[in-house]
Antibody, heavy 120, light 113 residues
Framework: QVTLKESGPGILQPSQTLSLTCTFS??????????VGWIRQPSGKGLEWLAN???????YYNPSLKNRLTISKDTSNNQAFLKITNVDTADTATYYC????????????WGQGTLVTVSS | DIVMTQSPSSLAVSAGETVTINCKSS????????????LAWYQQKPGQSPKLLIY???TRQSGVPDRFIGSGSGTDFTLTISSVQAEDLAIYYC?????????FGAGTKLELK
């Protein structure tokens, strides 16, 4: 059974760095063709893709976030991470991690999401 | 970036009706190397995570009822829900995974008439 669960700080202040963790089970990020992505959704709004990391450590980012993103993984502990630097109120959203691949090349399994609020 | 345009933005239906949601991409999502369209449909109910319904434009994800049908190719795609049930009331998103940045449509909210 594939499960993913996001964790984060809940609330942080503008200009701080947001650190998110995705802890998953039921698959390995060392399996050929496997990946994990991060997607966010402000309350009442649509979905925005942020980044993907693949089994071979290949990484892709949304250029709209202008180099503020860093994605990484810890294969042995079944975790993926996302850091967003210099946050502001526009980064307030629910953040999801999701599995990609190996046979379905998009987000087939999603976590429950973690709400992050940026406020002074 | 590939822009995904969904229509309508909302739709009021009665149970048992058939509904059609449209999604148009700003460039073709058909990859010539494998003749697959890199287009997915998701369903999101209030307070829940998105759920993958359709990928490769027309392949139903395991466990998805066969009343959900994806069609289209190139730049024009459709999600058809036949005989809508109350449990289908949700927001539906299309998404392209042809190229990064992956992009989503703005969503179509399916409501009860």
């Amino acid at each position: 059974q594939v499960t993913l669960k996001e964790s984060g700080p809940g609330i942080l202040q503008p200009s701080q760095t947001l650190s998110l963790t995705c802890t998953f089970s039921g698959f390995s990020l060392s399996t050929y063709g496997m990946g994990v992505g991060w997607i966010r959704q402000p309350s009442g709004k649509g979905l925005e893709w942020l980044a993907n990391i693949w089994w071979d450590d290949d990484k892709y980012y949304n250029p709209s976030l202008k180099n503020r993103l860093t994605i990484s993984k810890d294969t042995s502990n079944n975790q993926a991470f996302l850091k967003i630097t210099n946050v502001d109120t526009a980064d307030t959203a629910t953040y999801y991690c999701a599995r990609i691949g190996p046979t379905v090349a998009t987000f087939a399994y999603w976590g429950q999401g973690t709400l992050v609020t940026v406020s002074s | 970036d590939i822009v995904m345009t969904q229509s309508p933005s909302s739709l009021a239906v009665s149970a048992g009706e058939t509904v059609t949601i449209n999604c148009k991409s700003s460039q073709s999502l058909l990859y010539s190397g494998n003749q697959k369209n890199y287009l997915a449909w998701y369903q999101q109910k209030p307070g829940q995570s998105p759920k993958l319904l359709i990928y490769w434009a027309s392949t139903r994800q395991s466990g998805v009822p066969d009343r959900f049908i994806g069609s289209g190719s190139g730049t024009d795609f459709t999600l058809t829900i036949s005989s809508v049930q109350a449990e289908d009331l949700a927001i539906y998103y299309c998404q392209q995974y042809y190229d990064t940045p992956y992009t989503f449509g703005a969503g179509t909210k399916l409501e009860l008439k």
